[in-house]
């Protein structure tokens, strides 16, 4: 069966630090990847999906970035960190365009 | 662009109860439509999904979505809530072939004894 698995579970950074989160999808192959962001009593906002190895395609022009080093490994980096950064992160995997997603257990980073 | 919306931030049931939670979307297209419910600190778990065909869907937990093109909206019902049903929860859009999900901004359910 699959499964995916994201971590950590939760990240105290201060402002200025690098950031990384990485997710890894099991039991399948070729996964949609996603980073979303839910920031605190708002819904989720999509970051960036990746159909493939080295394919990211970004949806907001933030400072945050994405990288897709193995077919199923998909990681979240920034250089330099925000207050704004703070929110909780979730990874999800989708097998076929529009099935559905699959979600991590998501990461709660605090940026201070 | 596509958005979702969910005009209910927060809503307040008794247990036994029926329950009716809003979702509108704008998308050209004939889209894909989920919801998802989430407890808190958790992930997002799929409730059910409408991609075609029968307009009224069948999910998990006993709740059921109807699709109505003509209000361009995607409302989700259970005729009994359980106080287990208290989370948050988001109704979706995928677009782009469906490599895209938009998420609504969530309704939380509180559920009353």
């Known amino acids: 069966s699959q499964t995916i698995h994201q971590w950590p579970a939760t990240l105290v950074q201060p402002v200025g630090s690098p950031l990384s989160l990485e997710c890894t999808v099991e039991?399948?192959?070729?996964?949609?990847l996603y980073w979303y962001r839910q920031a605190a009593g708002r819904g989720l906002q999509l970051l960036f999906y990746?159909?493939?190895?080295?394919?990211i395609s970004s949806e907001v022009p933030q400072n945050l970035s994405a990288s897709r080093p193995q077919d199923r490994q998909f990681i979240l980096s920034s250089k330099k960190l925000l207050l704004s950064d703070s929110g909780f992160y979730l990874c999800?995997?989708?097998?076929?365009?529009?099935?559905?997603?699959?979600f991590g257990s998501g990461t709660q980073l605090s940026v201070l | 662009a596509q958005s979702v919306t969910q005009p209910d931030i927060h809503i307040t049931v008794s247990e036994g109860a029926s329950l009716e939670l809003r979702c509108n979307y704008s998308?050209?297209?004939?889209?894909?439509l989920f919801w998802y419910v989430q407890s808190p600190g958790q992930g997002l778990q799929l409730l059910l999904k409408?991609?075609?065909?029968?307009?009224l869907v069948q999910g998990i937990k006993g709740f059921e979505a109807e699709f109505k093109r003509s209000q361009s909206s995607f409302n989700l019902r259970k005729p009994s809530v359980h106080w287990s049903d208290a989370a948050e929860y988001f109704c979706?859009?995928?677009?782009?072939?469906?490599?895209?999900?938009?998420f609504g901004p969530g309704t939380r359910l509180s559920v009353l004894p």
């Open positions: 999800a995997w989708s097998l076929y365009a529009a099935e559905k997603l699959f």
């Open positions: 990746s159909v493939g190895i080295g394919q």
């Open positions: 039991g399948t192959s070729n996964p949609n």
């Open positions: 998308y050209g297209a004939t889209p894909y």
């Open positions: 409408y991609f075609s065909g029968d307009t």
């Open positions: 979706a859009v995928a677009y782009n072939y469906g490599q895209n999900f938009v």
